[in-house]
């Protein structure tokens, strides 16, 4: 699994984006996908989850009713839509593989990084 994040940028509160994270060998075959972002004291906090199936879904509770996590298996692509972005949603976003067909929260349920895709909302 090689893990590609996108679609970051610098947009207004208010404002939406689109962020994909694609597998470029194409194997999301067994894998859950998170988006997490760095938090104030360098830590990764957790964004959404999305199992395989895209059955269960999670998100933190600063981003539900904002944000939707889906995927395209067809694709191998996973995308993180955010809408009525606040300048507090400004961090760099990550995606995550895990191992797994289900996966939670901690960063320890994920085995695979992506780089970071920076978001940026100014006010």
């Known amino acids: 699994v090689q893990l590609q994040a996108s679609g970051g940028g610098l947009v207004q509160a208010g404002g939406s984006l689109r962020l994909s994270c694609t597998d470029s060998?194409?194997?999301?075959?067994?894998?859950?996908v998170g988006w997490f972002r760095q938090g104030p004291r360098n830590e990764r906090e957790f964004v959404a989850t999305?199992?395989?199936?895209?059955?269960?879904?999670d998100y933190a509770e600063s981003v539900k009713g904002r944000f939707t996590i889906s995927r395209d298996k067809g694709k191998s692509t996973v995308y993180l839509q955010m809408n009525n972005l606040k300048p507090e949603d400004t961090s760099v976003y990550y995606c995550?593989?895990?191992?797994?067909?289900?996966?939670?929260?901690?960063?320890?349920?994920?085995?695979?990084w992506g780089q970071g895709t920076q978001v940026t909302v100014s006010s």
């Open positions: 060998r194409r194997t999301f075959s067994n894998n859950a």
């Open positions: 999305i199992s395989l199936n895209g059955g269960n879904i």
């Open positions: 995550a593989a895990a191992r797994r067909p289900y996966s939670g929260p901690s960063t320890l349920d994920y085995n695979y």
